[in-house]
């Protein structure tokens, strides 16, 4: 039986995880979520170092990433990703509530595979994760699965 991948969601505002986590369940995932709250904890848990360096050595189905974090910032932690030869082909999508042109220019440049702007309306934001859910959890075939 294949393993269910889990999926790896970095965001450091409590309140968004909240809603976020509500949201996956109501689609009925089968996938577990992993949450860590900054970009050092995004490379520690990918590279298994520090408190994940004993997790299973599997990757995640899909990560979907904050912007505005701290220590390392989503956009810094797509770069190294990318870099790397084990996440190259990772799917990352961006979840923020960043408009700027600037930081979805420069995360399409780096090889995201979506960006979302966080819906301000409670309503659109579980569709919004809904549809995430559904389509990189369930609807995609990752490399990172082959």
Do not use: Q
């Not at 189905?61 to 956009?75: E, Q, R, S, T, Y």
């Not at 030869?85 to 399409?108: N, R």
């Amino acid at each position: 039986m294949t393993k269910i991948p889990r999926i790896l969601y970095a965001e450091d505002s409590l309140n968004d995880v909240e809603l976020t986590l509500a949201a996956f369940s109501e689609c009925n995932l089968a996938n577990e979520i992993d949450v860590v709250h900054d970009g050092e904890e995004v490379l520690d848990y990918l590279f298994f170092r520090g408190r994940f360096a004993d997790r299973e050595k599997s990757a995640p189905a899909f990560l979907l990433l904050d912007i505005k974090m701290p220590k390392l910032d989503g956009v810094e932690v797509l770069k190294i990703i990318r870099e790397s030869g084990e996440y190259k082909s990772l799917p990352v999508v961006m979840l923020t509530a960043s408009k700027m042109e600037s930081d979805i220019l420069k995360s399409y440049s780096l090889g995201v595979n979506g960006f979302v702007i966080k819906p301000i309306d409670f309503t659109d934001f579980v569709k919004a994760i809904k549809s995430i859910g559904f389509f990189w959890a369930i609807v995609n075939t990752s490399p990172m699965s082959l």
